[in-house]
């Protein structure tokens, strides 16, 4: 048997794990879906931030092991879509219904609108610029939902601003994917560390964190926001 035979069931193996990791993100979604429902919400958010983590990460290492090839009878894309959808969409609605952001009513009508605008969106072939910026705002609820959380406005503000970003999926305008986008990313990927950081404090605090922390994660929004003027057309012409 020649070296290369021998390298390719390490290849395949290695790519297939690959797609366990990112399939392990639905298991984190179930956890913290769990806590959602139980109103632990700061495990809630805990296990969100593990599964921002793994989808951070699972691209490069699926370029990596080259997946397309080595593991090629499962579609890693739409593998990473469904996790997704549990995790930045489903879990945080259940979120934000089962918490005290919005009566409970309103909270849950307005998840109903959240979650079909959501599944639209996930299903847009237009999700992404070719240079790797977001069209429209790119249904991250996991975080939308952990900022409500930490800054507590009043129920009429949450409720305003989450159909507010639900319409701004379907804007005329971008968003940065932070690790992918070229333009400032070393500043962009420092940022989101930091807001890691930032975010784990938060969590460790039980959502009411110290005005620092909540200055912190604020300036750190504004940057991801208004990282699109950067952009040269800032609207998504391709």
């Known amino acids: 048997m020649t070296s290369a035979r021998k390298a390719m069931p390490v290849r395949r193996v290695a790519g297939f794990s690959v797609h366990v990791f990112t399939a392990s993100g639905g298991a984190v979604a179930l956890l913290a879906l769990d806590a959602a429902i139980e109103r632990h919400f700061p495990v809630c958010f805990a296990w969100l931030g593990l599964a921002l983590f793994i989808d951070g990460i699972d691209g490069t290492l699926a370029r990596f ?32 219904w089962r918490s005290d952001l919005m009566p409970s009513t309103v909270a849950f009508w307005i998840g109903l609108v959240v979650v079909i605008a959501s599944a639209l969106y996930f299903a847009d072939t237009r999700m992404k610029t070719n240079d790797y910026w977001f069209r429209g705002f790119p249904a991250i609820w996991n975080v939308f939902a952990f900022y409500l959380f930490v800054l507590r406005w009043p129920w009429p503000i949450n409720a305003a601003l989450t159909l507010a970003a639900t319409a701004a999926m379907f804007a ?16 962009t990927i420092a940022a989101t560390v ?26 750190l929004a504004v940057y991801f926001l208004l990282l699109p003027l950067a952009r040269r057309p800032i609207w998504p012409r391709r």
Do not use: N
């Open 65 to 96: 092991a080259k997946v397309s090839e080595t593991a090629a009878t499962i579609d890693g894309a739409v593998l990473d879509l469904v996790v997704d959808f549990l995790t930045y969409v489903l879990v945080p609605v259940v979120a934000m």
């Open 172 to 187: 005329p305008v971008v968003f940065v994917h932070p690790l992918r986008v070229r333009r400032l990313r070393p500043l």
């Open 194 to 219: 930091l807001w890691f950081a930032l975010a784990a404090v938060a969590i460790v605090e039980g959502l009411q964190p110290q005005t620092w922390v909540t200055v912190g994660l604020s300036a």
